[in-house]
């Protein structure tokens, strides 16, 4: 899945494929920070691209049942803007910070690039009604995108979790 996305928030810096560090409130922190630089250096700057980001371990990842859960879903992002990191473009789904639920492990954050051609993307009314359990498979189908040209992921679990936070114990294992 690391394949050429870097992601980039305040304090920590590119978290591409790693777990956002247990210190500093880092995990706490997260869940208020707004949207990150996402750069795909080997944008074309000529192409419009699209970014989805889903976390498919909702509400855990021993039970998926709402999987994926749509983070962040933007269209229309100019080649040069994707080359940069910011994202701009047609906000189809206005990010929403991980806010991984207590007691459900780490979840997974995964992020898509898609070159999106001369296409017209949108959701369906039924899609956009809920973020949670969100069938990505049959969107992606439906506007012929097959391999993403980048894409990422990082982990984190809830705060309250992370054994920093609690001395007793507590915060699962990473698998
Ligand atoms: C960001 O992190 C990923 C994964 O560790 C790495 O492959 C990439 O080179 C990093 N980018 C920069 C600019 O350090
Ligand atoms: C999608 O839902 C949001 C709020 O849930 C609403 O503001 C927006 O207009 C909807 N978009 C479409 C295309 O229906």
């Not at 509400?59 to 994926?68: M, N, T």
Request: hydrophobic share 30%; proline share 10%.
């Amino acid at each position: 899945l690391c394949r050429g996305l870097e992601v980039l928030y305040p304090e920590v810096g590119n978290i591409s494929c790693m777990y956002v560090p247990d210190c500093s409130n880092y995990r706490e922190k997260i869940t208020h920070w707004p949207e990150p630089i996402v750069k795909f250096h080997g944008a074309l700057e000529d192409a419009k691209y699209i970014l989805i980001m889903v976390d498919p371990d909702a509400p855990s990842r021993s039970s998926p049942i709402a999987r994926f859960w749509r983070h962040w879903l933007v269209t229309d992002i100019r080649g040069t803007d994707m080359k940069n990191g910011r994202i701009q473009g047609q906000e189809l789904t206005p990010y929403q910070p991980p806010t991984p639920p207590a007691q459900t492990g780490f979840h997974r954050y995964q992020f898509f690039v898609y070159l999106q051609e001369g296409k017209t993307i949108s959701l369906l009314p039924e899609e956009n009604d809920s973020r949670g359990a969100w069938n990505m498979e049959r969107f992606l189908n439906r506007f012929h995108f097959n391999e993403p040209e980048a894409s990422t992921q990082f982990l984190t679990q809830n705060y309250e979790d992370s054994p920093a936070q609690s001395p007793g114990g507590g915060g699962n294992a990473p698998k």
